[in-house]
Nanobody
Framework: QVQLVESGGGLVQAGDSLRLSCAAS????????MGWFRQAPGKEREFVAA????????NYGNSVKGRFTISSDSAKNTVSLQMNSLKPEDTAVYYC????????????????WGQGTQVTVSS
């Protein structure tokens, strides 16, 4: 079992930056690939970013490439999402997730989920 708790969400203006964190507890953090997803009202859950178990490989959704950066710290059992140049269309609830697979971009591949943190970007 892995428990995931997100933090760092909030209300920002377009162009601002925000850093989300996800604290993991339970089984050894390095056994899991970690990912971030988001879901806006009335829309399906969307892949944002993923980092492999080793932390050496990352993957990003097309809509955030070049603006968001995912990183993991196995010593602290945390994964972070640095979000720069935020746009109103980035407004969503952001979820942290853990997968047994080496790395994954599909929500179906993730085994544990956090409760989510709201990010709102005003224009």
């Amino acid at each position: 079992q892995v428990q995931l708790v997100e933090s760092g969400g909030g209300l920002v203006q377009a162009g601002d930056s925000l850093r989300l964190s996800c604290a993991a507890s339970g089984r050894t953090f390095s056994r899991y690939a970690m990912g971030w997803f988001r879901q806006a009202p009335g829309k399906e859950r969307e892949f944002v970013a993923a980092v492999s178990r080793s932390g050496s490989t990352t993957n990003y959704g097309n809509s955030v490439k070049g603006r968001f950066t995912i990183s993991s710290d196995s010593a602290k059992n945390t994964v972070s999402l640095q979000m720069n140049s935020l746009k109103p269309e980035d407004t969503a609830v952001y979820y942290c997730a853990a997968s047994f697979r080496p790395i994954a971009t599909s929500a179906d591949a993730y085994d544990y989920w956090g409760q989510g943190t709201q990010v709102t970007v005003s224009s």
